[in-house]
RNA sequence: GGUGCUAUCGUCUAGUGGCCUAGGACAACGGCCUCUCACGCCGUAAACCCCGGUUCGAGUCCGGGUAGCACUACCA
């Protein structure tokens, strides 16, 4: 096959992109970086009613905080030259209008050959009416068995089905689906699917009430007139994947019909059915890339990147859910998941949300940042607890003693904030079990013996231990004192971190006195002293 | 209800007839390290949905059950 590539994502805008359509976009990008070919984003907005302000802008933000490049279309970009369009929801392409809202008159004319080859019909039936025949049948279908008995050009006389058109009655059009026949659809997930047309339905091609044509029929045109290769979707498109067939064979152009593979679903991560953004507020975790403020409603949804996401590791998350290669390897780069992806190692089962594995990714992708970079993305915390002008090469030390027990930028201020403020409390728990009734007494010798300390002693290091790392100077001070005098390590070393740290926790302490100087290790021991009752 | 899809540890998954006494990762639990809490390292527990069939041999192929999911709109 020497044609190229071409897929596209397509979604509505009708909200927040949600992400379990974020991995769709990614499964598309992923083979058309494979095999060299193109990816399209479509914005398949044929339902007015649903339409959300702002959704559109906010998919592709997503798509550009996700590194997930659009080749042609809305909002096309990449990441060597940036955006392809001049605003952020512009169009980039020769296949054009990418907004199906703005292609009316293209469905027009397909709607009208599919009415003159005689598979599609006028249909007047109003919804109160339909409403009527679904109440009144069980299991109502309006398919080749019920439309003799429905008002459409199939049944009405020609000139009275001429006269409501003239008359500008409302009507939609149909597609005529044949009676009792296999459709085999060709799935690369899946394989063979077969569905006996018995159980589709005349589809509602076109609605004259907005003059737009519905999913089915913008979605082919588009997709013919697109050039699309291959049609990467959700499983829940699957049921009228045959219906598509029958409408590329109206059309006549089964031979350029794509290939389909459709995708397992995201499932809730308990419980039953598929993952909704209900779960993430009922659970506590994004099920958006982005923060959403949805103006038609006035919700605001949560989203990866404000909670603390680094791109990369939604990215590495996302592609491992419902993905996966041969061997144990986890961890995946872009390029390593560009280079391995494959259709056929997508698994045809649903995927259950794991959120816990999702912080997991997220802790591997902060550990490989340096110092400085992670000090920066933790910058915001900082300044939102006061500290905005904290000295960014001190940050980055800081950040180093504590980053490997963070999930996120923001866990770093409660790991970390007694570098930057001398602790208000002294945490009960670490009180009562490492506050010894001559703890006071140490401590006040312990303040004698490290005054003695000259201060360009005070962060210097020691000597090079057995295994290579080196120690502190001020180790070789305090041990050798502990030990002449039988006081016990942890008890004078636990005592005087709970006066720097407020509890029992945090680095090395001599990491912490080498931070925050002479005078203020002994301040915040002086302040512990008067402060803490044995 | 109908139709379709799916089925390996709690979760994501490896497994394509003998290499499976079923591997890895997350989570859980235990240990080591250690002045503390973490990290890290080491280890433990944990699964082939059920019933038949094919085969010398089945997690792997076939059939039937069961269960889960999706679809069943003038939504996408």
Same mark, same amino acid.
């Given at each position: 096959m020497s044609q190229t590539v071409r897929v596209r994502f397509a979604p509505s805008p009708t909200g927040a992109l949600h992400i379990g359509g974020v991995r769709t976009a990614l499964y598309n990008y992923l083979f058309a970086r494979q095999h060299g070919g193109k990816m399209l984003l479509r914005i398949e907005d044929t339902d007015s009613n649903r339409f959300v302000p702002g959704a559109e802008e906010y998919i592709i933000e997503s798509l550009q905080w996700l590194g997930i490049e659009i080749d042609e279309g809305i909002g096309a970009w990449n990441k060597t030259s940036g955006r392809l369009t001049k605003e952020l929801c512009g169009q980039y392409g020769e296949n054009g209008p990418y907004r199906q809202s703005e292609r009316r008159e293209i469905y027009h004319r397909y709607i009208k050959q599919l009415l003159d080859s005689g598979n599609a019909y006028y249909a007047f039936d109003t919804p109160q009416e339909l409403e009527q025949a679904r109440q009144?049948?069980?299991?109502?279908?309006?398919?080749? %068995?019920?439309?003799?008995?429905?008002?459409? $050009?199939?049944t009405l006389p020609a000139e009275e089905v001429q006269a409501r058109l003239e008359r500008g009655e409302q009507y939609v059009v149909r597609f005529k689906v044949g009676p009792n026949e296999d459709i085999h659809v060709h799935d690369l997930i899946r394989g063979e699917v077969i569905i006996n047309s018995n159980i589709l339905d005349d589809k509602v091609l076109y609605k004259s009430a907005d003059d737009l044509p519905t999913y089915h029929l913008a979605?082919?045109?588009?997709?013919? #007139?697109?050039?699309?290769?291959?049609?990467?979707?959700g499983e829940e498109w699957l049921p009228?994947? +045959?219906l598509h067939v029958l409408l590329y064979r109206a059309f006549g152009w089964q031979d350029t019909q794509p290939a389909f593979a459709h995708l397992p679903l995201l499932l809730k991560p308990d419980g039953n059915g598929k993952l909704s953004k209900r779960d993430g507020d009922r659970l506590g975790f994004p099920v958006f890339p982005l923060e959403f403020h949805n103006e038609k409603d006035g919700t605001v949804s949560s989203g990866y990147r404000? $909670?603390?996401?680094? +791109?990369?590791?939604?990215?590495n998350f996302l592609a491992l859910l419902g993905w996966h290669n041969t061997g144990d390897q986890e961890i995946y780069s872009i390029a390593e998941l560009i280079e391995q992806f494959s259709l056929d190692r997508v698994s045809k089962a649903g995927a259950r949300f794991d959120y816990e594995k999702g912080k997991w990714f997220n802790h591997q992708y902060l550990q490989r940042l340096s110092n400085q970079q992670l000090a920066t993305l933790f910058m915001p915390t900082l300044a939102a607890h006061n500290h905005a002008s904290e000295d960014i090469d001190k940050v980055a030390q800081v950040v180093g003693l504590v980053k490997d027990r963070i999930n996120f930028p923001q866990e770093l201020w409660e790991q970390a904030s007694f570098f930057f403020e001398a602790p208000a409390t002294y945490d009960e728990k670490s009180l009562k079990k490492r506050w010894k009734e001559d703890s006071p007494k140490h401590l006040s010798e312990l303040i004698e013996l490290l005054q003695s300390v000259p201060c360009e002693r005070w962060t210097e290091r020691g000597e090079t231990k057995e295994d290579g790392t080196?120690?502190?100077? #001020?180790?070789?001070?305090?041990? +050798?004192?502990?030990? $002449?005098?039988?006081?016990?390590?942890?008890?004078?070393?636990?005592?005087? %971190?709970?006066?720097?740290?407020?509890?029992? %926790?945090? +680095?090395?302490?001599?990491?912490? *006195?080498?931070?925050?100087?002479?005078?203020? *290790?002994?301040?915040?021991?002086?302040?512990? #002293?008067?402060?803490i009752k044995s």
């Open positions: 009144q049948t069980p299991n109502f279908q309006y398919d080749a %068995r019920t439309r003799t008995t429905m008002q459409n $050009s199939l979605n082919i045109v588009d997709d013919h #007139l697109m050039a699309i290769t291959h049609v990467i979707r009228s994947a +045959p404000e $909670s603390g996401y680094l +791109p990369e590791a939604v990215i080196q120690g502190w100077y #001020l180790d070789e001070v305090v041990m +050798p004192w502990i030990n $002449s005098h039988d006081y016990g390590v942890g008890n004078v070393m636990n005592a005087f %971190r709970i006066c720097l740290v407020g509890a029992a %926790r945090g +680095p090395h302490i001599w990491a912490i *006195t080498d931070i925050l100087g002479k005078e203020e *290790t002994l301040n915040r021991v002086r302040k512990a #002293l008067t402060e």
